[in-house]
């Protein structure tokens, strides 16, 4: 299997301000990391629902896609051909880099923080082999389990395991033509025909780890980087086994 996506989310307190007042130093911040353009901006007013994105900035590359609302920032990163040692260097870096951002730019304390690996692999007789592994005695097209665990009552561990197809389609198109009143022939809209095919069986998992059982347990609580680091380890800990 491989790791095909980040998925790195920051929550804080809502912002005094809409973060769109301090964009030219964030971008110059993302810039040092990735070549960035900013995609849109929503000068709303903060009565507006707080979650409702501010801005959206996207990296050259379309590797990195950046998201900002009033009380959180969310941040995918696109890792397909990095192997698992690469992925772990680019979570242990980036992590780090907007945590420590958002703290000098927008002087927030982050109540939490989540990392979310997406990974992908091909497995032929992936219905089964998930049937089997949870115990499912029924005919099953497709297969959903997610499962919530804790660890030393400090963080939530989140497993999916699902199922997937990579399906191609073949389209072809063709003109068609209809005899007038006047035997004049008129080229009407083209016709289309699709048909799919079934490439590959695919097997889908996420990891998610957050350390919000921390925040829910003590409202004092805080993420700070010794605690995400801590979250690492027990990913890299996940990650031996795929």
Do not use: W
Request: net charge negative; hydrophobic share 35%.
């Amino acid at each position: 299997m491989h790791i095909n996506n980040i998925t790195l989310c920051y929550t804080f307190n809502e912002l005094d301000e809409n973060p769109i007042e301090k964009i030219d130093e964030l971008q110059k911040n993302l810039d040092s990391v990735f070549h960035s353009q900013i995609m849109f901006n929503n000068n709303l007013k903060n009565y507006y629902d707080i979650n409702i994105p501010r801005l959206q900035i996207i990296s050259d590359d379309k590797k990195m896609h950046f998201m900002m609302s009033m009380m959180n920032v969310i941040i995918n990163i696109n890792t397909e051909g990095l192997d698992k040692d690469d992925v772990i260097l680019e979570i242990n870096d980036k992590v780090q880099f907007f945590f420590d951002m958002l703290k000098d730019i927008y002087h927030v304390d982050i109540l939490y923080t989540s990392i979310k690996l997406e990974l992908v692999g091909e497995q032929n007789d992936v219905i089964k082999d998930l049937s089997n592994k949870y115990h499912i005695n029924e005919d099953c097209e497709d297969i959903y389990v997610k499962y919530v665990s804790r660890i030393d009552d400090s963080y939530y561990l989140c497993r999916i395991d699902n199922s997937s197809k990579e399906i191609n389609f073949n389209i072809q198109l063709k003109n068609g033509v209809k005899a007038s009143d006047n035997d004049m022939f008129l080229r009407t809209a083209l016709i289309s025909t699709s048909e799919a095919n079934i490439n590959k069986a695919l097997i889908n998992k996420t990891y998610e780890i957050n350390d919000r059982l921390s925040f829910n347990n003590n409202s004092q609580y805080r993420s700070t980087k010794e605690n995400i680091r801590g979250m690492i380890i027990e990913l890299k800990k996940v990650l031996k086994d795929n």
